[in-house]
């Protein structure tokens, strides 16, 4: 069988791995320009009526991939721009001629050529439906953005660059309890910082959207299902994957306040069987709301939101990044310090609740959080070095917005009295990170730190 | 919108559960999933399978695993709509040697299987539930499809503790039967599942058959031995470990139990179902390896 058929995204003999997908990469290829920034989804609100659990098909329609749309890459090569034309045949010419002009791709900032003899793969894409930013129908890049490399020089001298700027394998089987190791981890996490893009809710739905509800409720909501979480001993993922869901469901549907508890419980319930071993059952999560909601309340709920949100409930959330970027900063030490895992997790708990960080991809806040646990514990050396740039894949200035807002979150300026997570990390089994002093982190980002892109940009790959 | 019988129709009831159908001259997998009746638990909801099957199934664009075409609702029940495929695998080529019209088959057929399982662990998705019966096959275009995801999941890096008891029985890896690492086990028990069902497509019968845990064991360390400190580092701390492993055995030459089989075949096979799940070949590496040579 000809291998080329078999598989798509398979690994094809003798080829090597594909170049790590970087955020530059992902950026340059969906066409946005900053880390922090999102993009902006606006969706009309019409009160279609919906068929339950409708649309939720695996595959393209071909009546869905209507217009010419274009999205003009403004940050790779400024001569590729990806449209959306009618048919799967004319997306895929299209991507393969507008794929062979490019000759580099940036990657912090620097420039990284592409060998002569490098093989582009000619993605295997589904109709590219409706505008390439909707929530839905995100490209998926990932295909694109990793080309196999035969070139094996190119790849010793990476290795060697890594060695010379001090970059600590962190998937080495070495490093880790080897029942836990996965040789698949740099794969995953490449899939993961694409796909963080897509189906994110909503900055600004409280504005757009929402008549009812404001952000202190939501704070007020999530502040509760952090003790409910903490009651039935969930899982930290489900959490997340709980106020997403929630996040994604008012970023498309009006709800009254009143209902907006009965969404909170339902999302944390479809969340729990995601996620949990054992989850709570239905009946629990009336019980939990004192029976505000009926059984028959929940499950309607259920329904409607698994039909609004498409059942896609595989997302990267902040807990998914985390794992990654603890494990980079751990690298740095010789046993596993176990305060900076709590103090991290604590920082991007405190995230949840506050509405404004909405706007900050789930990776860039996962950064922030390592950043500032690295430097809450030790002052005696900056906390981000090229092991933890080149597996968040971002600099320490493009942290910083992020990390002012974080810190002021966890110095509390603003006085909330939302203290489900304080109170949660004060206690013993985290180390009560929640007491520690947090340290002033403007110094960090004031003098010009000598950060890993200096050898980038003086190394042609 | 549609109602379901104004969508498809000339319904053929394949199980209980499972019907084939057609819309517009093409034919389709249907799947009945009753959501109110006791049989789900007692009216939970959505099952949590089923929430797992199609938020995995929607993340999935692969040659080698079924698609999902549709979901719809009618009353109680949650219809999932698959693309028709006409022969299950374990039927009609596990046990008819006849169905591989030719040598290379077979190796094609694991190839696919292998790069399949190894997109879905790149995908950060274990399948902990992968055997003959839940692969099928469109015979025209000898295409394998992987289908039935309601025991898969996500997983993350590190590995969090997931649930133990998953998976048929023949095909679960010496970890999980051991539950080794309190139940932190990954990715290579889908390569476990795959070195058992090669086994199968060479000897056109399970590699395993044991009736219980400790009697599949049993069979399992007397083809490849009993592990040891050497073989299978920390497997002696393993609590209850000696009641289950019985009397050490040598492992058997697999040359002259897979006779069939080429060196290259046998260095696959063996380092598929290798005892330790951190030495075990990832699938990644599987795909590679030089038994695939001219695939």
Known sequence: MDRENAVMGGVREGEERGVRVTRAMARAALGWVSASSRPSFKKECKNNSRTALADVSNISRKSQARGGYKKTNTKGSSNVSIQVLSTQEDVRAELAKDLSTISMVQTHDAIVERPEDTELVQPSMSVMAGPLLSMQNSMKSDEILSPPNKDIDMITEKLKLSERLGIVDIDSVELKDPQVWSSYAPDIYNNIFVREFERRPLSDYMDKLQQDITPSMRGILIDWLVEVSEEYKLVPDTLYLTVNLIDRFLSQSLVQKQRLQLLGVTCMLIASKYEEICAPRVEEFCFITDNTYTKAEVLKMESGVLNLLHFQLSVPTTKTFLRRFILAAQSSYKVSYVELEFLANYLAELTLVEYSFLQFLPSLIAASAVLIARWTLNQSEHPWNSTMEHYTNYKVSELKTTVLALADLQLDTKGCSLNAIREKYKQQKFKSVANLSPKPVQSLFEAQVKTVNDAYVKTKY | ?295
Not at chain 2, 21 to 46: H, P, W, Y
Not at chain 2, 85 to 98: G, I, R, T, V, Y
Request: net charge negative.
């Open chain 2, 1 to 295: 919108m549609l109602t379901l019988r104004e969508k498809y129709y000339d319904f053929d009831q394949i199980s209980s559960k499972v019907f084939k159908c057609r819309r517009d001259d093409q034919f389709f997998t249907m799947k009945i999933v009753s959501i109110l009746n006791e049989e789900n638990q007692a009216n939970n909801g959505v099952p949590y399978w089923i929430i797992r099957e199609i938020s995995i199934l929607k993340e999935l664009d692969h040659i080698n695993i079924v698609r999902l075409i549709d979901v719809m609702t009618d009353g109680p029940d949650l219809f999932l709509v698959f693309e028709y495929l006409d022969n299950e695998f374990q039927a009609d080529f596990l046990k008819n040697p006849k169905m591989f019209m030719y040598p290379q088959m077979k190796k094609e057929f694991l190839y696919q299987i292998l790069n399949t399982v190894a997109y879905l662990h790149a995908r950060k998705i274990l399948l902990r539930d992968l055997r003959p019966e839940n692969i099928l096959v469109n015979v025209r275009t000898q295409v394998l499809k992987i289908a039935l995801f309601g025991a898969a999941r996500t997983f993350e890096a590190p590995l969090e503790a997931y649930s133990s008891s998953v998976g048929c029985l023949s095909y679960r890896s010496p970890e999980v039967l051991f539950q080794f690492g309190c139940e932190k086990y990954s990715t290579p028990n889908d390569v476990w599942a795959v070195g058992c069902i090669f086994g199968e497509m060479l000897l056109h019968r399970p590699l395993f058959s044991g009736p219980s845990d400790v009697e599949l064991l049993d069979e399992i360390f007397t083809l490849l031995g009993t592990p040891t400190e050497e073989t299978w580092p920390g497997v002696t701390s393993i609590c209850g470990t000696c009641a289950l492993m019985g009397p050490p055995q040598q492992p058997k030459d697999l040359a002259k139990e897979f006779p069939m089989l080429n060196p290259d075949g046998l260095d696959l096979l063996s380092k598929m179902l290798c005892l330790c799940p951190n030495y075990r070949i990832s699938a990644e590496d599987a795909v590679k390896h030089p038994y695939f040579k001219g695939v």
